[in-house]
């Protein structure tokens, strides 16, 4: 029985085994679909489709400079132990050249892409290392900067990935100050990397709840509301601190004392050159996944139940 592409496709759509191993189990079976399936799992293949549905939300956010291009990425696994073999990593360095080499769109392009040294697609790559890691394996997402000078911080293991970006003038080596920055993202948390980002309505919202404690404070609830008002505005800047990077103070008070904006122009001057933050991006590990949290209790309880039945 013959076979068409579409064939194909089809087969991967169903069992979410790469193109070639569908093709091969299609050549194996004469194009029936059914016994192709059958082929696959009889291979080990087909569990791939059903190792995807389970929840990754371990992994490591990675970041590096590869050729001057600074690349982040998150890559998912299920487990905290996979995320930390040789193979695991090795997958995502790889996945993290390809974002620096071939520039692609999104993830979906980036899955198209050739896997380095092989014929392989990511995809097709990504379900080998499925079947042999034995996990669900997800690439969430990725950002790059091919501009400017790139400095890249990994905390913790892969728990945090940052990639900070400066503009730099002079013949100066920037990996420690950008570094020292990225290690700020990491442990403050900053929401914004400027006051100039922190949209008004966020503004208005924080000059309210200001003006709501007064009036909740018997020593303030009978000062006039322009005094209100003014001592409100009077607080936006203990606010800016809290929530953006270039306001907030610098945590290594041994090297500046002073905020983030001025430790990065201090230490850029001290090296003969000029140094200034331009962006930055922070990935943490598994951030808004929801993680399936298994009840062994309830579990016991209804085995128990229906033993009974």
């Known amino acids: 029985m013959a076979f068409t592409a579409q064939d194909v496709k089809k087969l991967r759509e169903m069992t979410n085994v790469g193109m070639m191993d569908c093709k091969k189990a299609l050549q194996a079976t004469d194009g029936?679909?059914?016994a192709a399936i059958d082929w696959?799992?009889?291979?080990?293949?087909?569990?791939?489709?059903?190792?995807?549905?389970?929840?990754?939300?371990?992994?490591?956010?990675?970041?590096t400079v590869i050729n001057g291009v600074g690349v982040v990425i998150e890559v998912n696994s299920e487990t905290d132990f996979a995320a930390k073999t040789d193979a695991f990593m090795d997958l995502v360095k790889n996945l993290?050249?390809?974002v620096a080499e071939q520039n692609p769109a999104d993830v979906d392009a980036l899955k198209a892409c050739t896997y380095p040294n092989s014929n392989l697609t990511v995809t097709e790559i990504m379900q080998e290392k499925v079947m042999s890691i034995g996990e669900n394996m997800v690439i969430r997402r990725f950002d790059r900067f091919a501009e400017n000078t790139s400095v890249a911080y990994v905390h913790a293991g892969g728990s945090h990935g940052v990639l900070v970006n400066l503009a730099v003038?002079?013949?100066?080596?920037?990996?420690?100050?950008g570094k020292n920055v990225a290690m700020q993202i990491a442990a403050m948390k900053a929401q914004y990397w400027t006051k100039e980002q922190v949209p008004?309505?966020?503004?208005?919202?924080?000059?309210?709840?200001?003006?709501?404690?007064?009036?909740?404070?018997?020593?303030?609830?009978?000062?006039?509301?322009?005094?209100?008002?003014?001592i409100a505005q009077g607080k936006i800047a203990a606010f800016y601190k809290e929530i953006c990077l270039l306001q907030q103070e610098f945590v290594r008070s041994d090297l500046f004392k002073g905020d983030v904006a001025g430790y990065i122009?201090?230490?850029?001057?001290?090296?003969?050159?000029?140094?200034?933050?331009?962006?930055?991006?922070?990935?943490?590990?598994?951030?808004?996944?929801?993680?399936?949290?298994?009840d062994f209790a309830a579990e016991v309880a209804a085995q128990v139940a229906n033993a009974g039945k």
Do not use: C, W
């Not at 208005?204 to 008002?229: F, I, R, T, Y």
């Open 32 to 34: 029936d679909m059914d």
């Open 265 to 294: 122009a201090d230490a850029g001057k001290k090296l003969g050159g000029k140094v200034t933050f331009v962006n930055a991006i922070h990935y943490t590990k598994g951030e808004g996944i929801e993680k399936k949290v298994d």
């Open 96 to 98: 993290a050249t390809i």
């Open 40 to 63: 696959l799992r009889e291979k080990g293949l087909a569990k791939a489709a059903k190792k995807a549905d389970r929840i990754a939300a371990e992994g490591v956010a990675y970041a």
């Open 200 to 230: 008004q309505e966020v503004v208005d919202k924080e000059l309210a709840v200001q003006v709501a404690l007064m009036d909740n404070d018997p020593k303030m609830a009978s000062k006039p509301a322009q005094v209100k008002e003014k």
């Open 169 to 177: 003038e002079g013949d100066i080596d920037v990996t420690e100050i």
